[in-house]
């Protein structure tokens, strides 16, 4: 089992930065490919960013390729969101997951945070 814990969310003006955090604690978190996936208002959760367990590994999807990146701290078993040039369509609740392989999609996920808001505002 892993747990995830997402932090750093709130709100910010068109242009703004953001760092999102997920702080993993159970089983090896490096063991694990971690992601990113949001969940605006009334839309379906969608990738924002993977991580494989390595770190060697990313892949974005192409509305934040550019101003998003992914990272990892193994040693804090954290995996951060650096979020910048923000958009109104960036707003909605970021979910970090943690499974076996890298995936875009959510079904492959085994572990989910609870999630942290972000809302971007004009």
């Known amino acids: 089992q892993v747990q995830l814990v997402e932090s750093g969310g709130g709100q910010v003006q068109v242009g703004g930065s953001l760092r999102l955090s997920c702080l993993a604690s159970g089983r090896t978190f490096s063991d694990y490919a971690a992601a990113w996936f949001r969940q605006p208002p009334g839309k379906e959760r969608e990738h924002v960013a993977v991580?494989?367990?390595?770190?060697?590994?990313?892949v974005y999807a192409e509305s934040v390729k550019g101003r998003f990146t992914i990272s990892r701290d193994t040693a804090k078993n954290t995996v951060y969101l650096q979020m910048s040039s923000l958009k109104p369509e960036d707003t909605g609740t970021y979910y970090c997951a943690a499974g076996e392989n890298i995936a875009t999609f959510p079904e492959p996920y085994d572990f989910w945070g609870q999630g942290t808001q972000v809302t971007v505002s004009s």
């Open positions: 991580i494989s367990g390595s770190g060697g590994a990313t």
